[in-house]
């Protein structure tokens, strides 16, 4: 137990589909990010929220839209995907965005038809 | 912006053998040092982290130490075990204006009985 739940665990959609992966954090925690993870590529970061703020977006295709409605809660909705984009989703959190370690969920593991 | 070289894998050791995967990295200022664990079907738990230079992170028999001069930050295990084997990431956050997190590409260790 991580104290970062992920759900679905397991997702499949075609590419005209429309959905949506959550993230909860019951640590306490002001930062959540989310992270896409390929196979033979490094973690790659999406988005940076502080504080529900936005602080990041790494150059992140608009088919991707996170949503953070408060310090506990992180969204990534997903509409007209590519097949490139089938990868592990791992979210993660902190206390603060100063040199602290990440906590993260288990995943969400995308695939895209 | 920041940069972080991690050793090739996959590596293959034997059970109590020693174990050393290499991190370098490059960054501005003063960053601080992880390393993360991720066995399969999980997300990264963090194993250790360094601050400052020279500090030395340790846990469960792994360690690592901040080298500022050589700008490394190399996982050691001196007996590792069957229940070791697992993906291990490398990361850098720097702080700051210019503040980045990133991480290695991940080393696969396999640990033979």
């Known amino acids: 137990e991580t104290g970062v739940t992920q759900t679905p665990r397991h997702l499949v959609m075609g590419m005209t589909n429309k959905k949506s992966l959550k993230c909860e954090q019951h640590?306490?925690?002001?930062?959540m990010y989310w992270y896409k993870q390929s196979a033979k590529k490094p973690l790659e970061l999406m988005f940076v929220y502080n504080f529900k703020e936005q602080t990041e977006n790494n150059s992140v295709p608009s088919r991707f839209s996170p949503e953070c409605p408060n310090s506990s809660h992180l969204f990534l909705h997903l509409h007209t995907l590519q097949p490139e984009d089938s990868a592990l989703y791992l979210c993660?959190?902190?206390?603060?965005?100063?040199?602290?370690?990440?906590?993260f969920g288990d995943g969400t593991r995308l695939s895209i038809l | 912006g920041n940069s972080v070289t991690q050793m090739e894998g996959p590596v293959t050791l034997s059970e109590e053998a020693f174990l050393t995967i290499n991190c370098t990295y490059t960054?501005?200022?003063?960053?601080?040092l992880f390393w993360y664990v991720q066995y399969p079907g999980e997300g990264l738990q963090l194993l250790l982290k360094a601050t400052k230079a020279d500090d030395k992170g340790s846990n469960k028999g792994f360690e690592a130490t901040y080298r500022k001069e050589t700008t490394s930050f190399h996982l050691e295990k001196g007996s590792v075990q069957v229940s070791d084997s697992a993906v291990y990431f490398c990361?850098?956050?720097?702080?700051?204006?210019?503040?980045?997190?990133?991480f290695g590409s991940g080393t696969q260790l396999t640990v033979l009985p």
């Open positions: 993660a959190s902190s206390q603060g965005t100063e040199n602290q370690p990440q906590h």
């Open positions: 640590l306490g925690h002001n930062a």
């Open positions: 960054a501005t200022g003063y960053p601080s």
């Open positions: 990361e850098v956050i720097s702080s700051g204006s210019a503040r980045q997190l990133t």
